[in-house]
Structures are given as structure tokens and as C-alpha cells.
């Protein structure tokens, strides 16, 4: 079983636009909801591909039932740590008649207590208990602590879990320290070269590192450094499907992480997910209802379009 963490766990609202009224009172459709956030993806994407996974985190209030509702309907399971405060809501409103971009509103994230906290940790620690692997996912809820992530990094290492650490700024600096088997982060094209920001996760504790640099990924290990790009395909250039969907490159690199892959058959697979848009929310053929969904048609397509070198 893959356990995926989200601290941060969110729930999306989505409505459709009509034209404004006389009045300046717009109508809008009844909401779409749909669970969020990245660990939240990885466990769907996952488990479209048939894994065994089990999503746990952080989640209170209507719209924490609401997430592990949507969930339920996607037949990935869950344990969520139950909070007092109300998870996250992001909010979406697009026009169907208008190709313009939609007006998307973000909550902050709830306050966790020290008493919340421990009962997750008490949590978190029972999951490990026959888990294959854990990944841990996303910003952290105001009231934890920014070495919250070392500690989950530290407690999976004890128990002989392999850790994937999906994080950036001080959860980052503060857990890779603590050994995770893999980061997965984002950064700049002048800092992922060769000698760069992955190079410097491995020094800094990581085994291993895959830096997402626009819609490439470099991949760094202790003796080895990969570059996979997406090159142009018949019906679009490599740039049409990019940025790359965080999420679905995570899970992507996990099952090579378990099964011990070359690092070009992990990252073939993991961009070609990433680019597709896996478990990205789109609009149902002919319907107004938006759902996750995993494009196994454009996966199968990019993946002959992939193309890993070793980096110089």
C-alpha cells in the first residue's frame, strides 16, 4: 500500500458563468466539487493506474466530508485525521461561452493545533505499519511547524518506509536533511544544471532528486544526472502541454521509486503523465460536470514523444 500525505488537503468549487444580469447579479450553475491537493492527486492518479494506495492528511469541516466524499466516488480510500477548522476552498468560475480564463479565488488553509498535530502523528505512525512506500505532498496548514515534514521523514526511515518528499521552501530546507528517498521540486533553469539545485539536495541528504525546470525534469542521484524533455508530436509542439501537472509527475515517479526502474524509464513515464494533464480537472465530453480523469490515450502518445539524455 502507497500512502500519500496532504496536510494541506483542499476542496475545489467550481461554477459555470452565465451572462450578466440587467441587474449586475451574474447567475451561476450549482457547484462541482472535487478533492485537491497534490497528495490528493497522486493517490487518484495512482490509483488509476491500479496501485494500492491510501490518501491520509488533514481534514475538518463540511468541505473535509465533502474531500473524503469525492474520494470515496474515485475508489481511493482514506484516512484522514479529523480537524477542527474548516479545510481550504478554492473557487473557480468559468464563462462555457467565453474562452477567456476563469476567476479562480483561493481560502487560507485552517489553523492546526499541537493537539491535532499529535493525534496525525499517532496517525501517520499506525499507517506506516505495512506500507510500501509513503509520499508526502504540498504547502503546510498555518500552526505546523516548518520542520513538520523532517519529523514524518524520520518516523517512515525508522519504520524501513521509503520516503517521497514533494515540498519547496522551508518544509524543504527543513526535511531533506532527514534523508528522503526522493525530492521532487520545482526551480529555476539557472539553478537545475548540472552542479545545481538537484546536485545541492543531494549533498544537503536526498538519495535522490528529480527538479521539475519548466517542462523538463532533471534527475540527479549521487552517480548519475538525467534530462528528459518532451520533443514536438505530429498534432502539437512539446510546449502545448506544458506547464506540467505537479501532481501527476509525483506519481509518476513513484512506482519506478518502488520497483527500482532506470531513471529513463521512470522519467518517461512520469513526464508523459505530467504533460497530459493526468488527474487534472476537466470537462466531461458534451456535460457540465468536471471530473479527475487520466488520459490513457495522450499518455500512450507521449510517452513515444519523451526523450532522456544524460545530462553533461
Known amino acids: 500500500m502507497i500512502v500519500t500525505v496532504t496536510l494541506n488537503a483542499a476542496l475545489h468549487v467550481a461554477y459555470t458563468m452565465g451572462d ?63 480537524i477542527r477548522g474548516e479545510s481550504r476552498r478554492f473557487f473557480r468560475f468559468a464563462d462555457p461561452e467565453n ?12 489553523y492546526i493545533t499541537t493537539e491535532e498535530l499529535g493525534r496525525f502523528a499517532a496517525d501517520y505512525r499506525r499507517l506506516l505499519t505495512g506500507a510500501a ?34 515540498a519547496g521552501g522551508e518544509e524543504l530546507k527543513h526535511a531533506v536533511g532527514h534523508g528522503p528517498d526522493l525530492v521532487v521540486a520545482e526551480s529555476s533553469a539557472a539553478e537545475a544544471g548540472s552542479g545545481g539545485f538537484g546536485a545541492a539536495l543531494i549533498r544537503l541528504g536526498a538519495a535522490a532528486a528529480a527538479v521539475a ?9 549521487p552517480d548519475s544526472e538525467w534530462t528528459a524533455r518532451l520533443e514536438a508530436t505530429d498534432d502539437e509542439g ?45 470537462r466531461a465530453p458534451g ?3 468536471e471530473r479527475d480523469r487520466v488520459d490513457l490515450v495522450a499518455y500512450e502518445r507521449l510517452l513515444d514523444a519523451v526523450r532522456v539524455e544524460p545530462s553533461a
Open 99 to 110: 474562452d477567456g480564463p476563469a476567476l479562480r479565488f483561493s481560502e487560507p488553509g485552517p
Open 20 to 82: 450578466a444580469a440587467a441587474d449586475d447579479v451574474t447567475p451561476i450553475s450549482r457547484p462541482g466539487y472535487r478533492a485537491g491537493g497534490r497528495g490528493v492527486t497522486v493517490a487518484r492518479v495512482l490509483r488509476a493506474f491500479g496501485h494500492d494506495v491510501l490518501a491520509a492528511g488533514l481534514a475538518g469541516g463540511v468541505s473535509g466530508e465533502l474531500i473524503v466524499q469525492d474520494l470515496a466516488r474515485s475508489g481511493v480510500p482514506t484516512a484522514f485525521t479529523l
Open 238 to 282: 512539446a510546449g502545448a502541454c506544458l506547464p506540467l501537472a505537479r501532481g501527476a509527475l509525483v506519481a509518476g515517479l513513484v512506482p519506478g521509486q518502488l520497483l527500482g526502474w532506470s531513471w529513463p524509464d521512470r522519467l518517461r513515464h512520469a513526464l508523459a503523465l505530467a504533460a497530459g494533464g493526468a488527474g487534472s480537472w476537466t
Open 287 to 289: 456535460g457540465a460536470e
Open 213 to 221: 525546470v519548466g517542462g523538463q525534469v532533471h534527475a540527479v542521484t
Open 133 to 166: 512506500a509513503v509520499v508526502l505532498c504540498g504547502s503546510l496548514p498555518d500552526g505546523l511547524p516548518a520542520d513538520t515534514y523532517g519529523s514524518l521523514v524520520t518516523y517512515a526511515a525508522e519504520a524501513g518506509v521509503p520516503v517521497i518528499l514533494d
